[in-house]
């Protein structure tokens, strides 16, 4: 330790007072980027408290951690909190203990006062406010959601009810900043807030972002496609299975990324509706039958006493030629009738048919296939025959059901070219709290690699202006006057404080015998 003090005092004393300057400020900036980063690396690890308030309720917990005497940093715009990462989770507890912050509205705790005298009115829109605010502070945990507003429209209980003029219906308001809400959380957010409330549909919820994009429009389903929206939303769901389908088969085939498929859809959205009765005299079956019956019977009697009684037969009647009426036989008669009436039903067929929109007419392909790889040891790969392009043609059109009668026709439905892929490099995107994760652990790492690399620097700059022991052989020890200016040395070494007596004393004589010396030593 001695040793390597005595060296620096000496190297110090050799440096002119520019390099002393030099060093001096240089160990300065040293130091202080060194206890920068040791103050950057050891300061508390901040972690987001709660982001996106209001200047109200930021304010508020603000406060309340002043009054708890919890450090915390502001960003934002005065929207977001900070405060220590092992202090997040207690923090967060103590404030909702104080009921802050209420910035997602009020849940189901406001029932927990016991209010009395309170009307059937505002029990009725407590409920409401605090089932918005509970669906609110669940659409805020679902990622990429900010924050959330939930706007219920209940119909009131009535004794009579019309019809579908009473259905519940629900606005959902979501924060996502400058990101994209994806069409499955937006799908999951409509069922959640339609299975909360009774009777609220799924269709009747509309979700709208800070962009004032109509998140929901898109999952509105259109079952006659009556729109064009929802045309070109079905078609393109037809293009992508198919695609998709060939895709798949042809990679396992082929080779992942070996091929890319493009299929187009012809899709028909008319309606149309058919009526067809047909009639089968052939066939008959017996509906009803009527069945009548008349009798008849006749009957004679003749004029003796035993005869009928009664006032006519007591009177004298004559006939025409002076005979009496009563005096001969009498006849009377009934018949029996019948008539039966059969009534058939003939057979009759009758088809209502109803065609919805949607139908694939035409499907077209087109597919490129990479080349081959070369096998063998060879630096390029052979390109595919013709039968084997047509081969996977097959396939292809076996796959989507196209049918053609010609192999012309198909080439045409189905495009298959084989072409060299360009290399595609693709970064992915890591999610902001990932970045933070990632920075939160290399920092202090970082930090001390940085104050490594910085001594090394300070340490190599030191031994750059050391003055390193001269050795040399003098150019022509037999002259006197050059050997009068060189003092005793051993081995003929010269030290600092001999070469500087010698340059004072000198100075041409010395330059020569430099030069000189150092064109010996390139020489040899």
Known sequence: MKQVLEQLSLIWRELGL??????????????????????WANRPQMKLLYGGL????????????????????????????????????????????????????????????????ISDFV?????SRALQGELARTIAQVRGVRSARVLLVTPESRLLLRGNEVRPTASVFVDTGSQVLETSA????????????????????????????????????????????????HRKQVEDYFSQKVETMLAKVLGAGAAVVRVSAEINSDISSRVEE???PESQVANTENLIEDNTTTSESTGDAGGEVGVGVN???????????????????????????????????????????????????????????????????ASRTAEELASLRMMVANALGITAKTPQELEKLVSVAETPFAPVTTAALIPESSVSGILD????????????????????????????????????????????????????KISPDILNDLIRRKPDNVGATIREWLATKNAS
């Open 278 to 280: 047909k009639w089968d």
């Open 441 to 492: 652990t290399v920092g202090p790492v970082a930090a001390l690699a940085i104050a490594v690399i910085v001594f090394l620097m300070f340490f190599m700059n030191i031994k750059k202006t050391r003055p390193d022991e001269i050795t040399f052989e003098l150019v022509d020890e037999t002259e006197p006057q050059q050997q009068s200016l060189l003092p005793a040395a051993k081995d003929h």
């Open 54 to 117: 209001p200047e109200k309720e930021a304010g508020e917990v603000v406060a309340a951690l002043q009054d708890a005497g919890v450090e915390f940093e502001i960003g934002a715009g005065g929207r977001s909190i900070y405060v220590s990462a092992d202090q997040v989770y207690k923090a967060r507890m103590d404030l909702a203990a104080k009921g802050l912050p209420n910035a997602d509205g009020v849940g189901f705790e406001i029932f927990d006062r016991t209010n009395f005298g």
């Open 186 to 233: 937006v799908s999951s957010i409509r069922s959640m807030v339609a299975n909360a409330v009774q009777g609220l549909q799924q269709q009747d919820v509309s979700v709208v972002d800070n962009n004032g994009t109509v998140l929901s429009e898109a999952l509105n389903s259109d079952p006659m496609l009556g729109s064009a929206s929802s045309q070109m939303k």
């Open 18 to 39: 520019n390099q002393r300057v030099s060093i001096v400020l240089a160990g300065l900036a040293v130091i202080g980027g060194l206890a920068g980063i040791l103050l």
């Open 123 to 127: 029990q009725r829109t407590n409920y």
């Open 315 to 381: 009177t004298p009647q004559k006939q025409a030629g002076g005979a009496d009426a009563n005096s001969g036989p009498k006849k009377s008669s009934v018949t029996n009738r019948s008539s039966k009436t059969l009534n058939y039903h003939i057979n009759k067929a009758v088809t209502n048919t109803t065609k919805n929109p949607g139908e694939v007419t035409r499907l077209t392909a087109s597919v490129f296939l990479a080349p081959p790889a070369p096998k063998d040891g060879a630096t390029q790969a």
